[in-house]
């Protein structure tokens, strides 16, 4: 969400936003500890896609039918300006360059049915991203020290050992919009899946969504960017 960049780094004095009224929990979440959970797996990377939604502002459900997405999830931040936040590459074109920030420290690189999330871009890659933090790395969750830790619905992207990339949500049973705080999510990513080897934190909170085929969380504010896949 646009004021959790900035709340985050501590770079103005912003009281965050309060949560949205509390509604329905779908039932197909698991549970894991005092959270909720659900995941969703790419299995064919060619029929996954990213997007911007910073010039229609469409809603999660709307894209969904637009697009015919099995399933849906937020992106990355975007910033007061109506702009991602960092690198945000469609269709091989760069629509924002990369950032050096130390919250958006990963990147989601995909070209040729080939996915890397790392410390930096992949040169070439048709379609990337810059978010963070990193929450998991070679298989060990990363220490994060957050100014001002809220408990946030958490969106995140991950690949196991045999490279299998992976959505996932994180939320409380309470509020849709609520969850853990964001220093507790490299622990809890693992113990949910633990053949995990990296994961990256994505957009979440009242501006996430993810949507898949048992599964709607939808957006309370536009979701700035967003991944599509159509297969299942």
């Not at 936040?85 to 080939?114: A, C, K, Y």
Request: proline share 6%; with cysteine; net charge neutral.
């Amino acid at each position: 969400m646009k004021w959790l960049w900035l709340w985050l780094v501590g770079l103005f004095s912003v009281t965050p936003s309060p949560l949205p009224l509390p509604t329905a929990v779908p039932t197909a979440l698991q549970e894991f500890g005092e959270f909720l959970y659900g995941q969703a797996v790419v299995n064919d990377l060619s029929s996954l896609q990213l997007f911007s939604n910073l010039n229609g502002r469409q809603s999660a459900i709307n894209l969904k039918q637009k697009h015919q997405c099995q399933v849906l999830t937020s992106a990355g931040f975007y910033d007061t300006e109506n702009q991602h936040l960092g690198w945000f590459q469609v269709n091989g074109i760069e629509i924002t360059p990369r950032q050096n920030n130390r919250l958006f420290d990963g990147f989601l690189s995909i070209s040729s049915g080939r996915i890397d999330l790392d410390f930096r871009p992949r040169l070439g890659a048709e379609y990337g991203l810059q978010s963070g933090p990193m929450l998991v790395f070679d298989a060990k969750p990363l220490k994060l020290t957050i100014k001002d830790d809220q408990p946030r619905r958490r969106v995140v992207a991950a690949l196991t050992g045999d490279n299998q990339l992976i959505f996932m949500v994180i939320l409380s049973p309470d509020s849709n919009y609520a969850g853990p705080l964001l220093a507790e999510t490299p622990k809890l990513v693992l113990g949910i899946n633990p053949k995990i080897k990296t994961a990256i934190n994505l957009d979440g909170g009242s501006a996430s969504a993810f949507i898949s085929r048992d599964i709607t969380l939808k957006e309370y504010s536009p979701i700035g960017g967003y991944f599509c896949y159509t297969k299942l």
